[in-house]
């Protein structure tokens, strides 16, 4: 599995980068056996392999990129028993709010089973996610690696709490009460009659028609990841173990 390959990849890349003591022996050797597991199975080439054979379940695909970075996350976070459930959330704060831009997959056997729309903080954009922050009433959405937590019942009925996974950059989740809830503004009338979706205290909220259904499948610890192509792949330098 390429969970097993990836934390062994990346290890043995921050050991050739990072320490200074190591010998020229030692490099050589580290660097015959990163050329050695790329040459027989790439972490990317085997990404992209899991992408294009994803099932569709006739939703659209989300974007290789993004995808890419979930993907790298969801497997080290397994590798460390962060996550327990092969169920990855994607959302891509790239894109429009007008579209579908969360995406829920079974990994176990490479299916989408929703793609729905979400709505992001409403001191993050408009139509457009551009600003985020981990700060309490800051009303804006935060990026990163999270761990779903358990179901609750709050003013917006079923919720599910979220474990922020960055130090910095999420962390605060559970403390600020970021939480996946539905909400009647995540909905397609509401775009038409308002040019946009609706916007949350920072909260990822999803249709109420779906909420249920979207949160009994990714509770109790699986994988959510919020994108944005203003933050680059580190996710191994802040984890919180």
């Avoid at 609706?198 to 990841?225: F, H, M, N, W």
């Amino acid at each position: 599995m390429i969970y097993k390959i990836y934390p062994l990849l990346v290890f043995l890349l921050l050991s050739f980068g990072k320490d200074s003591k190591n010998t020229p022996e030692l490099k050589t050797a580290t660097t015959r056996s990163i050329a050695k597991v790329e040459k027989k199975l790439t972490v990317d080439a085997k990404i992209e392999n899991i992408y294009y054979s994803l099932n569709s379940n006739n939703f659209k695909l989300p974007e290789l990129k993004s995808f890419s970075e979930a993907l790298k996350g969801f497997y080290l976070l397994k590798e460390r028993g962060i996550v327990q459930k092969n169920i990855l959330t994607l959302v891509d704060f790239s894109l429009s709010s007008n579209t579908k831009r969360l995406w829920v997959i079974d990994m176990t056997t490479n299916t989408i089973l929703f793609n729905s729309l979400v709505a992001h903080g409403r001191n993050t954009g408009e139509e457009f996610a551009t600003a985020f922050s981990n700060l309490n009433s800051s009303f804006k959405s935060s990026l990163g690696f999270y761990s779903t937590g358990e179901i609750y019942r709050g003013k917006h009925g079923a919720s599910l709490r979220l474990d922020g996974l960055e130090k910095g950059l999420n962390d605060k989740a559970r403390e600020r009460g970021v939480v996946m809830h539905g909400a009647d503004y995540v909905s397609e009338s509401f775009i038409r009659d308002h040019k946009r979706l609706g916007r949350s205290q920072g909260c990822p909220a999803v249709p109420v028609e779906l909420t249920d259904e979207i949160i009994e499948t990714i509770k109790d610890k699986s994988c959510l990841y919020i994108y944005h192509p203003s933050r680059s792949f580190t996710m191994e330098e802040r984890l919180m173990s």
